[in-house]
């Protein structure tokens, strides 16, 4: 029995690393293999490779004719700010509902969190924009995200704003510091290392998006997902999957910047902390 255990646990990160690459390896590999792809040889999507490498040729295709820089603006113009909202605000409502041990603050929590189980009323937030004259802009899609994500930093904020000891936002304020300053040099410092997982899952969500920008806000602002969505349906990319693939490579490069840094900014995080 121990024999056996022995071996399994020197098997544990053979089986790890197939899984890693069966799940991820393979289907990145389709993705690539076929944007490199001439169009007769992408018609039936497979992991062969191309008999002749047009990866750059596609990949400047679709920035031309795909419109492609418009729409990278737009994606942009609606996430970089419900980022920072939703990281901002949520982070300032955790570090209140984790320090005030209350009935109330209780409550409030359970209610903050309480959009990660429940659905969005949809037909609601639709009414609501177009009563304030927000459907479609990109005002109302950030509020709408802000709405949505704004569960999930509370709940990952507040349990780790809990780990941190109290004592030294009380030394900061016997030096006379107010609870902005407490939280601004004190405790956002300590909070890199969540805020920096939060920032990679909310920009996964909200860049991808397709449903909440189509159905919900209007899909009258232009973005990667809505432009791949708009060109493919109207034809222009019929059959053409390595323009698709091409496409899909163009969107995912900036969220493969974004986990890079946001990568290293949790693994400095958690060093510092423990040398500290």
Not at 19 to 44: C, D, F, R, Y
Not at 159 to 183: C, K, M, Y
Not at 256 to 263: E, K, S, T
Request: charged residues 10%; glycine residues 8%.
């Amino acid at each position: 029995m121990n024999s056996d255990s022995a071996i399994w646990r020197r098997l544990q990160p053979f089986v790890a690393t197939a899984l890693v690459v069966v799940l991820i390896g393979v289907p990145l590999w389709l993705v690539v293999v076929t944007a490199g792809k001439s169009q007769g040889e992408a018609l039936n999507p497979d992991l062969s490779l191309p008999s002749d490498w047009q990866l750059w040729a596609n990949l400047k295709s679709v920035w031309s004719e795909g419109d492609v820089p418009a729409a990278f603006f737009g994606s942009l113009l609606v996430v970089a700010p419900t980022v920072a909202g939703v990281l901002t605000f949520g982070s300032m409502a955790a570090w209140v509902l984790a320090r005030r041990a209350t009935r109330v603050s209780a409550v409030l929590y359970a209610l903050a969190i309480s959009g990660i189980v429940l659905p969005p009323a949809v037909v609601t937030v639709v009414l609501l924009l177009r009563q304030l004259g927000l459907a479609g802009t990109a005002v109302g899609m950030i509020g709408v995200y802000m709405g949505i994500y704004m569960s999930t930093v509370v709940f990952f904020v507040t349990g780790f704003v809990r780990t941190i000891p109290a004592s030294l936002e009380e030394a900061a304020q016997i030096d006379g510091a107010g609870p902005f300053t407490v939280f601004r040099r004190v405790v956002l410092p300590m909070l890199r290392p969540v805020l920096a997982t939060a920032t990679i899952l909310i920009c996964l969500y909200v860049w991808n998006d397709v449903f909440y920008a189509f159905f919900v806000v209007g899909g009258r602002l232009d973005t990667l997902p809505l432009n791949l969505f708009r060109v493919a349906s109207a034809g222009l990319y019929l059959n053409n999957w390595h323009l698709i693939f091409a496409y899909v490579i163009l969107m995912s490069l900036p969220l493969v910047a974004v986990f890079a840094v946001a990568q290293r900014k949790i693994i400095s995080g958690i060093t510092s902390g423990a040398v500290k």
